[in-house]
């Protein structure tokens, strides 16, 4: 979703900001822009499109020292280049970059109108910046004019605001992540620790609620009423790094085939091989509270949703106790009741997903206690929950998340592995379990060296008109994420059911022809699953089998694709694999951007 890149010091502000831009641009958007203070003026350049189409309109040489940019994914307005952001004061005072929604910015806009301002942009955010044009008009101090613009607002904000005669820019955050880099006589702000990394290790994280004055020399902390505070500077902990294609064709090919890696990178460490258990040192799991949790919850969106329920069924497998994984933007709706003593488990790639850091302020308020299951190290959910695990995927810039699936259901495995341990699980259910875990990286590049006739299954998706996924137990959520990844890469609609649940609807839909992907490892539900899978067929169905590799229903479809064979708690970590690859390909075939998937953003940060 939105991005925003901001640079006060010594160098020239302009090529910093485009290489901010770049290495937000994984996070999905529609238009672009940047605004470059030079001695005298602010010079803004925005266009739709891409970060290689503003660098196309930009001047050979914009001077400045100082500057804001942004990518934005629409929310209030089209996408045009007047709602594209920098937005600008009338008297040209302000330039300001917004990441979030304004919920009241229709009255606000109204009263603008009234005060005699227009607003050239129908966006929310333009209401902002003239809103503090009129403060400083009226003799406010930048800093009171933000303040006083904030305390009226009601709505998420990540803002980096720059003012025509100031050498400084004034962040200010609620709901929406915003970090300062701290470099010597230097200082970046970014939505996203990512693009910080190539600069300093040194950051600042705002809180909701803090506004945050940054000069080179310096930044300064206040609150929207006033209180000021120090900076509170962390080191990151990791060299996050960019992720350069190198020779790959797409972000998300790339990412497939870094499973393997990823997956060892997840598990190292984590697991006591000769206890039969799992060691999440993050998670700062004392005995007591493993043994006394009456239950689990789990929440998540998309891909990290169906991760969860993975964790969810595997929980249960192996602790017997409740757990119940929920969609993370109907939780804090719902009301739910919260048990201090039971676990909650936020699970989130980016770490950012609105929707699930409302449900996580939510169960805290509530007196609950929340881990995070996240990949972006420091992001708003690892901070919020404050105890956790980080599963390790490393940068996933591809919108459709492949390497942070696997790598959640290895991270619940785990933690799974060390709650059953303190119940139901014997020492050698988890030894074998864990031998098991530690061989997947292994067997996925055995899957890797020989994929199946992966083209032969896009054959019968690409012309589909839909497309239905089938699965029974830990298998119904790999067929929902497989469904997912088709339906968001391809633009095909697809339905993922579990296998026994066909016969009471999805099955009217089959007619001869019709493509029914059936996932079916050497379980003890596969003889249930090749029940579904035969209805079908008797319908004119044509079937995409993803089965293990040595069992006995290798001629059950029309195209077979053969996975290595594991335990069988494990199995998602491979059958996923061939449905990445069919998503992909499918989508290759019928010409989509593969890594940006139209509408879709990496971080979904608005509700
Ligand atoms: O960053 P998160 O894991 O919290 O994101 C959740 C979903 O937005 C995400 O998984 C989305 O469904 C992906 N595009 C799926 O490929």
């Given at each position: 979703?939105?991005g925003?890149?901001g ?5 020239q ?19 672009t ?7 005298n003026a602010i010079?803004v350049?925005k ?6 189409d ?10 400045g ?11 209030h307005g ?5 709602n ?6 009338h ?9 979030g929604?304004i ?23 333009e ?5 503090m044009?009129l ?15 904030v305390?009226?607002?009601?709505g998420?904000w ?6 025509r005669?100031?050498d400084?820019?004034i962040?200010?955050r609620n ?5 300062i ?6 200082m970046f ?9 190539t600069h300093t ?10 506004l945050?004055?940054v000069?080179?020399s310096?930044?300064t902390m ?9 900076p509170?500077v962390?080191?990151?902990?990791e ?7 190198g ?5 998300m090919?790339?990412e497939?085939?870094e499973?393997?890696d990823?997956?060892?990178?997840c ?7 000769e ?16 043994v006394?949790a009456p ?13 969860a329920e993975?964790g969810q ?7 017997r106790?409740?757990?119940?994984t929920h ?5 804090r ?7 201090p003593?039971?676990l909650?488990?936020a699970v ?10 409302s ?5 805290k ?17 690892a ?17 459709a998340?492949?390497?942070?699936f696997?790598n ?13 341990r303190t119940?139901?699980?014997s ?8 031998e098991h ?10 899957y890797?060296?020989?994929v ?5 299954a896009?054959?019968?998706l ?16 790999v067929?929902?994420?497989?469904a ?6 391809a633009?095909?609609?697809c339905l ?23 996932i079916?490892?050497?379980d ?7 029940s579904?899978?035969h209805e079908?067929?008797?319908?004119g169905?044509?079937i995409?089998?993803i089965?293990?590799a040595?069992d ?9 694709i ?10 998602p ?7 990445q ?12 951007d ?14």
């Amino acid at each position: 979703m939105c991005g925003i890149f901001g640079y006060i010091g010594p160098q020239q502000a302009l090529p910093l900001l485009v290489e901010g831009l770049r290495r937000l641009e994984y996070r999905g958007y529609d238009s672009t822009g940047v605004a470059i203070h030079d001695e005298n003026a602010i010079h803004v350049h925005k266009t739709v499109g891409k970060v290689s189409d503003l660098q196309r309109i930009l001047p050979e040489r914009v001077e400045g020292n100082m500057g804001i940019a942004h990518t934005r994914w629409a929310t209030h307005g089209g996408v045009t280049q007047v709602n594209t952001h920098p937005h600008q004061a009338h008297d040209g005072s302000v330039h300001l970059v917004h990441n979030g929604i304004i919920e009241n910015f229709r009255s606000l806009r109204k009263r603008l109108e009234q005060q005699g301002i227009e607003c050239v942009s129908e966006t929310d955010s333009e209401v902002l910046v003239q809103m503090m044009a009129l403060e400083l008009a009226n003799g406010a101090e930048p800093l009171e004019a933000v303040q006083r613009t904030v305390q009226r607002l009601r709505g998420t904000w990540g803002l980096c605001i720059m003012f025509r005669d100031e050498d400084l820019l004034i962040c200010a955050r609620n709901g929406s992540p915003l970090i300062i880099g701290q470099g010597v006589d230097e200082m970046f702000v970014s939505s996203d620790p990512h693009p910080l990394t190539t600069h300093t290790q040194r950051v600042v994280y705002l809180e909701d609620g803090d506004l945050a004055v940054v000069r080179r020399s310096g930044i300064t902390m206040h609150s929207a009423q006033g209180v000021s505070s120090t900076p509170n500077v962390t080191v990151l902990e990791e060299e996050w790094g960019e992720s350069d294609l190198g020779d790959a064709p797409h972000y998300m090919y790339k990412e497939i085939y870094e499973q393997p890696d990823a997956l060892r990178q997840c598990i190292a460490g984590r697991v006591d091989r000769e206890m039969g258990s799992g060691r999440l040192g993050g998670m700062r799991l004392a005995h007591d509270t493993l043994v006394q949790a009456p239950h689990v919850r789990l929440l998540g969106c998309g891909t990290a949703y169906y991760a969860a329920e993975i964790g969810q069924m595997l929980i249960e497998k192996m602790a017997r106790i409740p757990a119940v994984t929920h969609i993370s933007s109907e939780f804090r709706n719902n009301d739910p009741v919260i048990n201090p003593k039971a676990l909650y488990l936020a699970v989130s790639q980016s770490g950012e997903t609105a929707d699930t850091i409302s449900a996580v302020k939510e169960i805290k308020l509530k007196g609950g206690q929340i881990f995070g299951v996240v990949n972006v190290v420091g992001s708003t959910i690892a901070r919020l929950c404050e105890k956790g695990v980080y599963i390790h995927s490393g940068p996933e810039q591809s919108v459709a998340s492949t390497k942070a699936f696997t790598n959640m259901v290895a991270a619940l495995t785990i933690f799974a592995t060390q709650l059953g341990r303190t119940r139901h699980l014997s020492k050698d259910q988890g030894r074998e379990l864990i031998e098991h875990l530690q061989q997947a990286p292994h067997l996925m590049e055995r899957y890797f060296d020989d994929v199946g006739p992966i083209t032969e299954a896009v054959d019968l998706l690409a012309d589909a008109s839909s497309v239905l996924y089938l699965g029974r137990g830990l298998s119904a959520s790999v067929a929902k994420e497989g469904a997912l990844k088709l339906m968001e890469l391809a633009y095909i609609p697809c339905l993922a059911y579990p296998a026994g649940e066909m016969k009471h609807g999805p099955i009217a839909l089959l007619e001869e022809g019709s493509p029914v992907v059936v996932i079916a490892p050497n379980d003890h539900l596969k003889a249930k699953t090749l029940s579904a899978l035969h209805e079908c067929k008797a319908r004119g169905a044509k079937i995409i089998l993803i089965h293990e590799a040595g069992d006995d229903i290798a001629s059950e479809g029309d195209v077979c694709i053969p996975v290595p064979a594991i335990h069988p708690w494990l199995t998602p970590l491979l059958t996923v694999l061939p449905l990445q690859l069919m998503a992909y390909h499918t989508a290759l075939r019928l010409g989509r951007d593969v890594d940006r998937p139209r509408n879709l953003a990496k971080s979904v940060t608005v509700e």
